[in-house]
């Protein structure tokens, strides 16, 4: 683990290759799973607010989960998690013309539409993130549905902690993410004279 501030970053974040490869999984991360996205509160309140401008993007079986349940719910683990459609897709699932899998959210982001890309868990995939008394776990999630994205990560040289720069500064600052790379540069100079 290498320690950045008060967060704990796998060896795994920093060693294996990752790129989404949507041409090949066609984003079933959104629609495989046994619970919805983890969100705190504040983004709960926040897809509840940007529900109107998707609406229209989610299927009738989505749209009727949120108005029996809502946007979402509490797991069996006791957390906050995205609604699910029959016990696996994502509510805010929606499928383009070509039948490739995506989020409503970033839809209507990339659109202008909302001010929200997606919800943090979502968008820092596949690292899942554990929040301790004193301490962060940043952990990467090794799913067999994102084989495709280790290869081509090994193809392209793209570290996971790389590839999610962007959501990593969205959810730490740009300080801790400068330091993360200082961090792993030393880390792999020290590797180097092994």
Same mark, same amino acid.
């Given at each position: 683990?290498?320690?950045?501030?008060?967060? =704990? +970053?796998?060896f795994? *974040?920093?060693?294996?290759?990752? /790129?989404?490869?949507?041409?090949?999984?066609? @984003?079933? $991360? #959104?629609?495989?799973?046994?619970?919805?996205?983890?969100?705190?509160?504040?983004?709960?309140?926040?897809?509840?607010?940007?529900?109107?401008?998707?609406?229209?993007?989610?299927?009738?079986?989505?749209?009727?989960?949120?108005?029996?349940?809502?946007?979402?719910?509490?797991?069996?683990?006791?957390? =906050? +998690?995205?609604?699910i *459609?029959?016990?696996?897709?994502? /509510?805010?699932?929606?499928?383009?013309?070509? @039948?490739? $899998? #995506?989020?409503?959210?970033?839809?209507?982001?990339?659109?202008?539409?909302?001010?929200?890309?997606?919800?943090?868990?979502?968008?820092?995939y596949?690292?899942?993130?554990?929040?301790?008394?004193?301490?962060t776990?940043v952990?990467?999630?090794?799913?067999?549905?994102c084989?495709?994205?280790?290869? =081509?990560?090994?193809?392209?040289?793209?570290?996971?902690?790389?590839?999610?720069?962007?959501?990593?500064?969205?959810?730490?600052?740009?300080?801790?993410y400068?330091e993360l790379?200082?961090?792993?540069?030393?880390?792999?100079?020290?590797?180097?004279?092994?």
């Open positions: 683990m290498l320690q950045i501030q008060d967060k =704990l +970053v796998s795994d *974040v920093v060693e294996r290759e990752f /790129v989404c490869n949507l041409e090949a999984c066609r @984003g079933v $991360c #959104c629609i495989e799973g046994d619970a919805g996205a983890p969100i705190d509160e504040a983004e709960r309140q926040k897809l509840k607010e940007i529900l109107p401008v998707i609406w229209n993007d989610l299927t009738p079986a989505a749209r009727q989960v949120i108005e029996e349940q809502g946007v979402a719910y509490v797991d069996e683990e006791g957390d =906050l +998690v995205t609604s *459609v029959n016990g696996k897709d994502c /509510v805010f699932t929606c499928y383009g013309a070509d @039948g490739m $899998c #995506c989020c409503a959210i970033e839809k209507a982001y990339r659109e202008g539409k909302v001010d929200f890309y997606k919800p943090i868990s979502c968008h820092l596949p690292i899942r993130l554990t929040v301790y008394d004193t301490f776990a952990n990467y999630h090794r799913w067999k549905i084989k495709a994205a280790e290869v =081509l990560g090994r193809k392209e040289g793209v570290k996971v902690y790389q590839f999610l720069r962007e959501p990593l500064i969205r959810k730490f600052g740009q300080a801790w400068d790379c200082f961090t792993v540069a030393e880390y792999e100079k020290q590797k180097a004279k092994r």
